[in-house]
């Protein structure tokens, strides 16, 4: 992919408390005999997936992120990923209207907050309504 995912991967990882192996810092008190300790994340084994995973993965982390305690985005938050995150999709939707239908079920969503499913929802209804998946799809494919 275009490296997002291995910044958002080193990141990650560093919210998982696991420390960056140049920067992590050795101590002289510790015992010889401690066992090295073992980095088992899902991450790692993401390094090898395919761009479908990674691309989901990276949505995941950055929803996460983004997230409060409970795992949940608020409004303000969700609108500012799009902008931010998303801004190549919601380029030149402002005008249309499902762009202002989504946006506007946004403001209604009752609890106030997003979850995981809501913001993928969210994210893959603005993607079908977008201008560039019908600038992708019109792209000829050669082999």
């Not at 192996?21 to 002289?28: F, I, V, Y």
């Not at 989901?56 to 609108?79: C, E, H, M, Q």
Request: aromatic residues 4%; proline residues 6%.
């Amino acid at each position: 992919m275009c490296g997002c995912v291995h910044s958002t991967q080193d990141q990650a990882l560093h919210l998982e408390g696991e420390p960056n192996p140049p920067a992590a810092p050795t101590s002289t008190l510790a015992p010889k005999n401690m066992p090295k300790r073992s980095v088992d994340s899902p991450l790692l084994t993401l390094r090898k997936g395919s761009d479908l995973e990674k691309a989901i993965a990276t949505a995941a982390l950055v929803f996460r992120n983004s997230s409060d305690p409970d795992g949940k985005l608020g409004k303000a938050t969700a609108k500012n990923l799009l902008q931010t995150q998303f801004k190549t999709f919601t380029e030149g939707q402002e005008t249309k209207a499902r762009y202002k239908d989504l946006l506007s079920e946004l403001d209604e969503h009752t609890e106030n907050k997003l979850d995981f499913e809501d913001f993928m929802v969210l994210l893959l209804s603005i993607t079908i309504t977008s201008d560039l998946l019908q600038n992708i799809w019109s792209v000829k494919i050669t082999q």
